[in-house]
């Protein structure tokens, strides 16, 4: 993720979905090209028009040398099912693309996503169990080291179900403020100090004006 000095991850009407440098975008590739798989928000994916590739030829060569198929699988999350049909990612068929949902999904919706998706995995009642999510990824599609890309609300959920092992997280020189903007986390968050998600910084190093930190959850 890459956020702003007060902890943003956009402004409060989502229109900037990407500030940080040309430099962050290649952290962003490189970090893809070590995972099998790639998890992002719906309305993440729908805000930054994304599909979710692997940046290009040269990254593609990275994932090969790292002994990884060339493209990586896709993961879209969606408590509803309500992922716009037309959305980019789904006319871009390089890589499997696959959905997570639950019970809330209509059956129109869930027809919808299976025509354009190559599985909708309905993963609990109301919200994603994401462990059972996890481990149908791990089971049926061999994922063993999953990138998640936000936003916050998907965020804060791994971070709760305890299943968050690293952040990569680029801090940017930039104030957006706002009470509405989202950030890192957001969601139901935790409800005490003690309950708090709890990691330590492995490693830092600044580029002109952005910070790259990598953490590591306290065992």
Known sequence: M???????????NRAVHSFGSRRDLEHLYGLRATVDAVMCGARTVEISNSILGTGGEKFRRRRLKNGLAEYNLRVIVSG???????AEIFKKKFSPLLVLTTGRASPKK???L??????????GKTEIDFRVAL?????????????????????DALFRAGLVDEINLTICPKIFGGRAAPTLADGKGFGALRAAARFQLQSRRQIKGELFTVYSRQK
Do not use: F, Y
């Open 2 to 12: 890459a956020m702003t000095a007060d902890g943003k991850i956009a402004t409060a």
């Open 135 to 155: 481990r149908w990824l791990r089971e049926q599609w061999n994922v063993k080291r999953l990138l998640c890309e936000g936003g916050g609300e998907l965020n």
């Open 110 to 112: 869930l027809a919808q």
């Open 114 to 123: 299976r025509e354009r998706a190559d599985a909708v995995k309905i993963c």
């Open 80 to 86: 509803s099912g309500s992922i716009d049909p037309e």
